[in-house]
């Protein structure tokens, strides 16, 4: 996902302004559409200790107690608190200052795009999409399928929703505090209806949802073959 633009190519995450918001772990940064619209990126946030509704997803990790990958896993906060735990797990991102982040502060993390080969492919036992990841390269459907391939048959992905039920492809660039923008990509946000929706066509189903701190989040599930 690149834009033409005077001198070399840019390549989102990697050499827009989130990169240096993962050096720096400040912001602010927004995700600006088109039409000139702004959703907040919580640099902060993610750049600390795991906050209360962090916990509500740790706290499923660590009672599954089997290894988990986080998909976009910037900073790291998640993958380092899982790992302090004792419980093996791999965080992933295309930005090579969050898995440097990452690395930094104790977690495991591959610079590599959850399209990529990854370890353990089909083995996962949990696999986590948090802080609006869901949106990774704008077609959910995609994204939930490359998941189910992820995981094990008994396996679950945690996913982190919209408080609405919104279901938005946009194209977006990574806008900083001083106007900089990065180049253009493809993005999406979801809520917990069009989630299901298309959990379903990707080989996943609802198993739960809870909300914590205005958050909300699913559990799925490979889909059970019922007619055995």
Do not use: K
């Amino acid at each position: 996902m690149t834009s033409a633009v005077l001198g070399p190519a840019l390549t989102p995450w990697v050499d827009d302004p989130f990169a240096e918001a993962m050096r720096t772990g400040r912001g602010p940064l927004w995700l600006r559409r088109q039409d000139g619209h702004r959703y907040p990126l919580d640099v902060e946030r993610w750049c600390a200790p795991p906050d209360v509704a962090d916990r509500t997803l740790l706290h499923r990790c660590v009672q599954r107690g089997v290894p988990a990958l986080d998909l976009g896993c910037g900073p790291g906060r998640l993958v380092a608190e899982l790992q302090a735990y004792g419980l093996p797990a791999l965080g992933v991102d295309v930005t090579p200052a969050a898995v440097a982040r990452t690395r930094g502060i104790g977690g495991s993390a591959l610079c590599r795009s959850v399209f990529d080969r990854l370890p353990g492919e089909g083995r996962w036992g949990t696999a986590l999409l948090a802080d609006g990841n869901l949106g990774i390269g704008g077609d959910p459907g995609a994204l939930l399928l490359r998941v189910a391939e992820l995981l094990a048959p008994d396996g679950v992905l945690l996913v982190e929703v919209e408080p609405t039920d919104v279901d938005e492809r946009v194209t977006v660039t990574v806008q900083d505090g001083h106007g900089r923008s990065g180049p253009p990509f493809r993005w999406a946000r979801l809520g917990t209806r069009p989630t299901l929706r298309h959990a379903l066509d990707a080989g996943l189903e609802f198993s739960d949802a809870w909300a914590s701190e205005g958050r909300r989040f699913l559990a799925l599930r490979p889909t059970r073959d019922y007619s055995l």
